[in-house]
């Protein structure tokens, strides 16, 4: 079936023409609506509902870039549509920066660490304890959330980048089942000759073992990194505050904070478009490595 | 998730013995390396996994409102869930929003996958198709309420210019649903053909080649070779589709905040509306657990029925 089809180049395939003209809109369907995003930011506020059709910007501007950023001021902002909350995505940006890169970073090592442990050290009780690992992938979010919002309550650390990141420093389960796959299929030898030296676990781990494991660290790295990034749900509960506010919480307050009836949608589209940037970015740079992970496991 | 029992322990899972030392004594000396190395992790999971399940179930057995302390109250309120309205208003909007997302999101994702793999390989289209997954759920729930808009919304004067009625996407009791569904569609469509698509690349060529020699149908080839091989790949999309369906919450929130009415209070929003609305954390904590207990179940019987974790292959 499939080599048939790809062997036997028949001037006109139907099938294969109708095969490319499906992906084809599925592509479009998938890559418009962000070309709609970038077109509704460019717009001034205003000239939307008069020109709402047109691929083109209506009436070109970057004030909803600068309402975004707060380099506009009130009355300037409630001239083009906007709310004139104070607002300010600069800080936001800054925040979801620190957040992602602190708990994937920590999350990332430790998942590596513990993994290396439960791959390559021999201990009584270790394939139970990694079963009890797994099993809380199971767990619900929503779940864990309520009981976790009381300890960072009770810890005093509503609105701090502690209570923020806390939950996601030490481990992932995915991140330790992932990267155990990779160490247990590594060769031993290079590890063996090392122990007959006497170099210690550590020093081999930190020295033969992570070095070695560049490709797939990056790939949990990132996937891990995304991930955080567009976490919503944590950050709502105990992270509300300006100063520890993320760009997902920030949109939401932007957008609750739309005049009704008249929303400040290029503003809106503008401040989407901040928040998703940074993402697009390391995508473009490393999209292979996400598009060839997917599969290996389901990533939720 | 569920999916680690596609990957039997190997033999590399149980480590070779060395024969220069005897094993206890190596055991017992990797012990002291091995704590020190799950130390970080173990601390993560006590702390934020392993006690809150069980301050979680603790709590569903109290009254507590964050002033004072939990007060023991037995099954009270789980006897007052089970004759809440808005519980099972939350339970069927929650059930109708799985249903439309598994089987258009499964149904187009397999038609992708399949597409790509028998015409368009390229990691560039795969990749493309990605990009709606890794953007947040807020940022698609937001271009989606912008283009889906009553008024301004470009699919609304796509609909007017066609002479038809616009349509109040998130306005309206019986399109609400299908509109939050349906925007997840798009952003997951991608990903789960993705998933798909490496199942089906996992599948040997020869074995197709042999269908085609026997000269099998392409129709009858994809249900009796590609959909039984395809088994494991699919029972585990269905099981990340549906409990990742069952704790949607960021698009509702963003866009409808559980309106019009009740019409999209799905569960987590009913719960995260009890804990940080009405303070009410024990309550709150309670519908968490029967949650949790319908996805356990929801997995176990997918798993079993699916048999998702058995392939054809070996």
């Given at each position: 079936?499939?080599?048939?089809?790809l062997t036997t180049r028949k001037p006109l395939n139907w099938?294969?023409?109708?095969?490319?003209?499906?992906?084809?809109?599925?592509?479009?369907?998938?890559?418009?609506?962000?070309?709609?995003?970038?077109?509704?930011?460019?717009?001034?506020?205003?000239?939307?509902?008069?020109?709402?059709?047109?691929?083109?910007?209506?009436?070109?501007?970057?004030?909803?870039?600068?309402?975004?950023?707060?380099?506009?001021?009130?009355?300037?902002?409630?001239?083009?549509?906007?709310?004139?909350?104070?607002?300010?995505?600069?800080?936001?940006?800054?925040?979801?920066?620190?957040?992602?890169?602190?708990?994937?970073?920590?999350?990332?090592?430790?998942?590596?660490?513990?993994?290396?442990?439960?791959?390559?050290?021999?201990?009584?009780?270790?394939?139970?304890?990694?079963?009890?690992?797994?099993?809380?992938?199971?767990?619900?979010?929503?779940?864990?959330?309520?009981?976790?919002?009381?300890?960072?309550?009770?810890?005093?650390?509503?609105?701090?980048?502690?209570?923020?990141?806390?939950?996601?420093?030490?481990?992932?389960?995915?991140?330790?089942?992932?990267?155990?796959?990779?160490?247990?299929?590594?060769?031993?030898?290079?590890?063996?000759?090392?122990?007959?030296?006497?170099?210690?676990?550590?020093?081999?781990?930190?020295?033969?073992?992570?070095?070695?494991?560049?490709?797939?660290?990056?790939?949990?790295?990132?996937?891990?990194?995304?991930?955080?990034?567009?976490?919503?749900?944590?950050?709502?509960?105990?992270?509300?505050?300006?100063?520890?506010?993320?760009?997902?919480?920030?949109?939401?307050?932007?957008?609750?904070?739309?005049?009704?009836?008249?929303?400040?949608?290029?503003?809106?589209?503008?401040?989407?478009?901040?928040?998703?940037?940074?993402?697009?970015?390391?995508?473009?740079?490393?999209?292979?490595?996400?598009?060839?992970?997917?599969?290996?496991?389901?990533?939720? | 998730?569920?999916?680690?029992?596609?990957?039997?322990?190997?033999?590399?899972?149980?480590?070779?013995?060395?024969?220069?030392?005897?094993?206890?004594?190596?055991?017992?000396?990797?012990?002291?390396?091995?704590?020190?190395?799950?130390?970080?992790?173990?601390?993560?999971?006590?702390?934020?996994?392993?006690?809150?399940?069980?301050?979680?179930?603790?709590?569903?057995?109290?009254?507590?409102?964050?002033?004072?302390?939990?007060?023991?109250?037995?099954?009270?309120?789980?006897?007052?869930?089970?004759?809440?309205?808005?519980?099972?208003?939350?339970?069927?909007?929650?059930?109708?929003?799985?249903?439309?997302?598994?089987?258009?999101?499964?149904?187009?994702?397999?038609?992708?996958?399949?597409?790509?793999?028998?015409?368009?390989?390229?990691?560039?289209?795969?990749?493309?198709?990605?990009?709606?997954?890794?953007?947040?759920?807020?940022?698609?729930?937001?271009?989606?309420?912008?283009?889906?808009?009553?008024?301004?919304?470009?699919?609304?004067?796509?609909?007017?210019?066609?002479?038809?009625?616009?349509?109040?996407?998130?306005?309206?009791?019986?399109?609400?649903?299908?509109?939050?569904?349906?925007?997840?569609?798009?952003?997951?469509?991608?990903?789960?053909?993705?998933?798909?698509?490496?199942?089906?690349?996992?599948?040997?060529?020869?074995?197709?080649?042999?269908?085609?020699?026997?000269?099998?149908?392409?129709?009858?080839?994809?249900?009796?070779?590609?959909?039984?091989?395809?088994?494991?790949?699919?029972?585990?999309?269905?099981?990340?589709?549906?409990?990742?369906?069952?704790?949607?919450?960021?698009?509702?929130?963003?866009?409808?905040?559980?309106?019009?009415?009740?019409?999209?209070?799905?569960?987590?929003?009913?719960?995260?509306?009890?804990?940080?609305?009405?303070?009410?954390?024990?309550?709150?904590?309670?519908?968490?657990?029967?949650?949790?207990?319908?996805?356990?179940?929801?997995?176990?019987?997918?798993?079993?029925?699916?048999?998702?974790?058995?392939?054809?292959l070996d």
């Open positions: 079936m499939t080599t048939q089809t099938h294969r023409i109708g095969a490319w003209a499906i992906i084809a809109i599925a592509l479009a369907v998938t890559i418009l609506p962000f070309l709609w995003m970038l077109r509704t930011a460019l717009s001034s506020n205003h000239s939307l509902a008069s020109n709402s059709t047109n691929l083109l910007p209506a009436d070109f501007s970057w004030g909803a870039f600068k309402r975004v950023f707060g380099m506009q001021t009130t009355d300037e902002a409630i001239a083009e549509g906007g709310s004139g909350a104070a607002i300010d995505f600069w800080l936001y940006l800054r925040n979801s920066i620190l957040f992602s890169t602190v708990t994937t970073a920590a999350q990332v090592f430790f998942s590596a660490l513990a993994a290396y442990a439960f791959a390559r050290l021999r201990w009584p009780g270790r394939d139970k304890v990694f079963s009890v690992f797994l099993a809380t992938m199971m767990i619900p979010g929503i779940f864990t959330a309520l009981p976790n919002f009381l300890l960072i309550k009770n810890l005093g650390l509503l609105n701090t980048f502690a209570g923020l990141t806390l939950p996601f420093l030490f481990m992932s389960a995915f991140g330790i089942f992932f990267l155990r796959q990779f160490f247990l299929s590594m060769s031993r030898e290079v590890e063996e000759a090392a122990m007959l030296d006497g170099a210690k676990h550590l020093r081999i781990f930190f020295q033969i073992v992570l070095p070695n494991a560049a490709a797939p660290l990056a790939t949990l790295a990132l996937l891990t990194f995304i991930g955080q990034w567009n976490e919503y749900f944590w950050p709502l509960l105990v992270g509300n505050d300006e100063n520890v506010r993320v760009l997902t919480v920030g949109l939401s307050v932007f957008k609750s904070q739309s005049p009704q009836g008249a929303p400040d949608w290029s503003g809106l589209m503008a401040a989407t478009i901040v928040a998703a940037v940074p993402i697009l970015i390391l995508f473009l740079a490393f999209g292979k490595k996400v598009v060839n992970s997917i599969g290996f496991s389901g990533i939720k | 998730m569920t999916t680690l029992t596609k990957h039997p322990p190997t033999a590399a899972h149980k480590a070779p013995q060395r024969p220069t030392r005897p094993r206890g004594v190596a055991k017992l000396r990797d012990l002291r390396i091995a704590l020190l190395f799950i130390l970080p992790a173990m601390i993560g999971l006590v702390a934020f996994c392993l006690v809150p399940t069980i301050r979680g179930v603790y709590l569903s057995f109290t009254e507590y409102s964050l002033l004072g302390e939990p007060e023991w109250i037995g099954i009270k309120n789980y006897t007052a869930i089970f004759a809440d309205e808005l519980f099972w208003n939350a339970m069927a909007v929650t059930i109708q929003y799985v249903a439309i997302n598994i089987v258009f999101q499964t149904v187009i994702a397999l038609g992708l996958a399949l597409l790509m793999h028998r015409v368009a390989k390229s990691t560039f289209i795969r990749g493309a198709l990605l990009l709606p997954f890794l953007v947040a759920n807020v940022i698609v729930a937001l271009l989606w309420f912008w283009m889906l808009d009553y008024q301004l919304g470009i699919v609304n004067e796509f609909i007017s210019w066609m002479g038809l009625p616009r349509i109040a996407f998130f306005g309206s009791e019986q399109w609400a649903i299908p509109t939050i569904a349906f925007v997840n569609v798009w952003r997951h469509m991608g990903y789960t053909a993705l998933l798909i698509f490496a199942g089906l690349q996992a599948i040997p060529h020869h074995v197709y080649e042999v269908a085609s020699l026997d000269g099998a149908s392409p129709t009858r080839t994809f249900w009796s070779i590609t959909v039984p091989l395809l088994r494991p790949v699919l029972a585990l999309v269905l099981v990340v589709t549906v409990i990742g369906s069952f704790q949607v919450f960021d698009t509702v929130a963003v866009t409808t905040g559980g309106g019009p009415v009740n019409a999209t209070r799905v569960i987590q929003m009913y719960i995260y509306q009890k804990a940080f609305g009405e303070s009410d954390f024990g309550y709150a904590s309670a519908l968490s657990v029967i949650l949790f207990v319908i996805l356990a179940l929801v997995a176990f019987i997918q798993m079993k029925f699916l048999k998702g974790n058995e392939t054809d």
